[in-house]
């Protein structure tokens, strides 16, 4: 791999982390005792009693629901950004993690973060 193209990918990657931080954050806090971990931030109830305040209670749970899966991606697809970045740093950046094999510019193209070579993907 050429270092222009590195580069590219590179810029790529910290793009792609920005994103999506910026889209846990809206949503999640980062776990303070777990780096790297989130946590959806759960609904909050006031205490209001009568059937407007459980009604938007049940909204806001099933809300929170629909967003852990969603965290769920986002976090993985966030720890596999970094460690392509951290990869770059350490020059062993484009490398499938199973067969050892370099993974082609094709494939990173598409997905920067990419840990793994079509062939060991699949
Ligand atoms: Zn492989």
Redesign the pocket.
């Known amino acids: 791999m050429n270092k222009k193209m590195l580069q590219n990918l590179k810029q790529k990657l910290e793009k792609e982390k920005e994103t999506l931080e910026k889209e846990l954050e809206s949503f999640a806090k980062r776990d303070k005792k777990l780096p790297g971990d989130w946590d959806t931030k759960y609904p909050k109830f006031n205490g209001e009693a009568g059937g407007s305040a459980l009604e938007r209670a049940a909204d806001e749970v099933e809300e929170y629901v629909t967003r852990l899966p969603i965290e769920y991606t986002l976090e993985i697809k966030l720890k596999d950004t970094n460690l392509a970045l951290e990869k770059i740093k350490k020059g062993k950046y484009g490398v ?1 993690e ?2 050892k ?1 370099a993974i082609s510019i094709k494939r990173l193209k598409i997905l920067p973060e990419a840990r ?2 079509r ?2 993907k699949e």
């Open positions: 499938c199973k067969c094999k793994l070579c062939k060991c």
